[in-house]
């Protein structure tokens, strides 16, 4: 499972309130992912990072933002959470070359987190 | 640009019998190609992925695929099927880039 954890796993919050999901991994991957998954949509990235404070938008990022302080820690924050944004997040991360004992450009993910905003 | 398409959102089998999940990808370059597997209320698991090595990939659980560059497809197989197969598969392109774009997945019915 590439020492990806996410939490928490399930969260139900109210419209409007801020919410931040944290991704840790212990591998010291340097590319790190979010995703949501919607039915009939597949996985659709949200934000993406190459190392520590270097993120970059995907194609669902409005009403999102991310930070990377360390390594390890990826975090996904709704600064207002609407309705919409209901659904499972996944976190990924992106093997490298050689050196971390993976193939290359394989993604590995974490178990995610069942978001509900009521 | 890359993209994915799955040309089937259901797909229903008997056991025993073989599973064809048909994918056509889009990519400027020379793609990487994956497919992952989701079984209900799980993670993602790769199954399989080509890298410009061999066309015909193995995976796990007996799942084969065939990089076709002339038809643009990366179609996910198995001779038999089983109970546990049933699950939600994805197609995944990336090529050139740091990003993974996904199919909108096939739901696998098997059934006994």
């Known amino acids: 499972d590439a020492g990806i954890t996410q939490s928490p796993r399930h969260k139900v919050t109210e419209t409007g309130t801020p919410v931040t999901l944290r991704c840790h991994q212990t591998?010291?991957?340097?590319?790190m992912y979010w995703y949501r998954q919607d039915p009939g949509h597949g996985l659709r990235l949200i934000h993406y990072?190459?190392?520590?404070?270097?993120?970059d938008k995907g194609e669902v990022s409005d009403g999102y933002s991310v930070s990377r302080s360390k390594t390890e820690d990826f975090l996904l924050t709704l600064e207002s959470a609407t309705s919409s944004q209901t659904s499972v997040y996944f976190c990924a991360i992106r093997t490298g070359l050689a050196g971390f004992g993976a193939s290359w450009n394989e993604q590995f993910f974490g178990p995610g987190t069942r978001l509900t905003v009521l | 640009a890359q993209s994915v398409t799955q040309l089937d959102s259901h797909v229903s089998v008997s056991e025993g019998t073989p599973v064809l999940l048909r994918c056509n990808y889009s990519?400027?370059?020379?793609?990487?190609l994956f497919w992952y597997v989701q079984h209900p209320n799980k993670g993602l698991q790769l199954l399989l992925k080509?890298?410009?090595?061999?066309?015909l990939v193995k995976g796990i659980n007996g799942f084969e695929a065939e990089f076709k560059k002339s038809e643009t497809s990366f179609h996910l197989t198995k001779p038999s099927a089983h109970m546990s197969d049933a699950a939600e598969y994805f197609c995944v392109v990336s090529a050139a880039g740091n990003q993974f774009y996904f199919g909108t997945g096939t739901s696998l019915t098997v059934i006994p």
């Open positions: 080509y890298t410009s090595a061999a066309t």
């Open positions: 591998e010291n991957h340097r590319y």
């Open positions: 990072s190459y190392g520590v404070k270097d993120t």
């Open positions: 990519s400027s370059y020379s793609p990487s």
